[in-house]
């Protein structure tokens, strides 16, 4: 994991349970002339692009290749100790404001050089879809890990929010955080990897694994960002509604949440009915965590980090019970998993 508050997954874990916010004034100013409040990391904390990649980075946007530098480290993290190639599901930014694209999938054996990471290019995807997208790609995981018998698989999210178009397109439809407002996002970055394996192989080969995914929900809603119908919060609902039919829970219920509120208001409406419509699922009092207070909106790689937030926890004791983290996307999708303790 590479946020701007660590630079592996632990590190990222101990600063965001210490509180430590990295969000800082920038010397960008939106339209009202006041400084936008941001999270990005320093140029230092980078790798270079590696030499073999001069070709690729002279016709890449500056974009693409920060999202390369920031999947970097955050990949190689993920996957170490494991020799074979290994199918990588990429969580990508979503089409936004300002029109930039996502890398296709020509970008995974640019990761692969980039890393060194060996990947099973022909089993791994792309999936522009934002927040969410890296809790939707789970389920395709799932597929690889029971019908093509994977051992291991790569889910994964990377993005940045560090480009004057984008944050001017944002700054237009009123959406960033700045001096003086409170209803808006701190724009962020960072990336994030979960090695993925079915339970009846955790013992047998391979590091210790940290956690069970126990349940997954998706959701749609038309009511999203980009629509024209009304926002009415049905698409988390249902995200809740399908991981807690799929829970064998047997009469527990849920000690936190990891959220994906991101500083914008319009986020607490499906929140308010998913939860509501599903109380009885939900421990009193519930601890609710929502890391993007420290370390500004990681856009499609908040999914796998919000799982490895949990599954850490989890690991060292510090959390209890099942957690279900959430995210949404500013279009449709919509994700929900609930993650436990593994039993000793």
Known sequence: MVTPVGLTARSTAAAIRAGIARTRLSPVLNKRFKPLITCFLEEEHLPPIDERLSEWASRSSIHHQRLLR???????????????????????PEPRAGGIAAPDTAFLEVLALQSGISL????????????????????????????QRMPFVLV???????????????????????????DGFAPGEGAAFLCLRLADTGRREG?????????????????????????????????????????????????????????????????GVASLRHARHFA???????????????????????????????????REGAWLAWCSSDREERGAVIIEAIAV
């Open 207 to 271: 590091p210790r694994s940290l956690a069970r995914i126990c349940a997954l929900g998706l959701g749609r809603e038309e009511g999203h960002r980009s629509s024209t119908k009304p926002y009415r919060g049905e698409g988390l609902a249902a995200a809740f509604q399908e991981v807690f039919q799929s829970w064998d829970g047997q009469g527990r219920k849920v000690q936190g949440v990891q959220a994906g509120f991101n500083g914008e208001n319009f986020w607490a409406k499906e929140w």
């Open 70 to 92: 920031l999947a970097t480290g955050a990949l190689q993290e993920a996957a170490q100790g494991q020799s074979s190639p290994l199918p990588l599901l990429l969580a990508l």
């Open 120 to 147: 099973d290019v022909r089993h791994s995807q792309v999936f522009p879809q934002g927040r969410a997208g890296g809790l939707l790609l789970l389920r395709e995981a799932l597929r690889l890990l029971v019908g």
């Open 284 to 318: 009193e009092p519930l601890r609710i965590e929502h890391p993007i207070e420290c370390m500004g909106d990681p856009g499609a790689a908040l999914g796998p980090m919000l799982v490895a937030l949990a599954s850490l926890g989890l690991a060292k004791g510090y």
């Open 156 to 182: 994964g999210g990377v993005d940045t929010y560090l480009d004057l178009e984008l944050l001017t397109a944002l700054d237009a439809e009123d959406r960033l955080l700045a001096e003086g407002l409170s």
